[in-house]
């Protein structure tokens, strides 16, 4: 029963840790329990600086819970919503990590990964399933996508190239696929 009530305390998502010991007292055993509360919540900071999501929605976001003590439990739901934001707009593959430092003056940090497009290959396939030289040019196909390396992967943005690239009549079929960079 203590155990459960420990991790009650713990879970409330308010105390960095949760620790007790029992003392001998003179009408029996006495329980002491010792929190480490969180520090008091007072701004985020994201990693890299550079990232479409505004400092000022973030604000927005966490804003009533400023000047309060940081809830573990409030902090999650805030960052799925954050994870939302970015997947409602296509950005499928940002990934938000943390927090990764919480530091003493109740500032939190937070990693966000938006998933950046390193490298567009193209390949043609044969009926047989095997690469082959295409007879189309590269620069014909890349100049109708919009999705560029160096910018961040956007699933709409993808879907509207396929389209154009599919209105110029010139495939039976587009496929794309997805992978992790080498680097």
Do not use: C, H, M
């Amino acid at each position: 029963k203590l155990k459960k009530d420990l991790n009650s305390i713990y879970l409330s998502g308010l105390f960095s840790g949760v620790k007790f010991k029992t003392e001998e007292g003179p009408l029996g055993v006495r329980l002491v329990v010792n929190v480490i509360p969180n520090p008091i919540f007072k701004g985020v900071k994201v990693n890299p600086r550079e990232v479409i999501i505004s400092q000022k929605y973030l604000n927005n976001l966490f804003n009533k819970y400023y000047g309060k003590t940081l809830n573990f439990n409030i902090l999650k739901e805030k960052i799925n919503e954050i994870k939302k934001w970015y997947e409602d707009r296509g950005y499928s593959l940002a990934r938000i990590s943390g927090p990764e430092r919480i530091s003493d003056d109740g500032r939190v940090q937070l990693n966000i990964d938006e998933g950046r497009v390193s490298k567009i290959e193209l390949r043609f396939i044969g009926n047989d399933e095997k690469v082959r030289k295409g007879k189309t040019k590269d620069w014909v196909i890349k100049r109708e996508l919009k999705t560029r390396p160096n910018s961040i992967f956007n699933r709409k943005i993808l879907e509207e190239d396929i389209k154009r690239l599919y209105s110029l009549s010139l495939f039976n079929d587009i496929k794309v696929s997805l992978g992790p960079d080498k680097s």
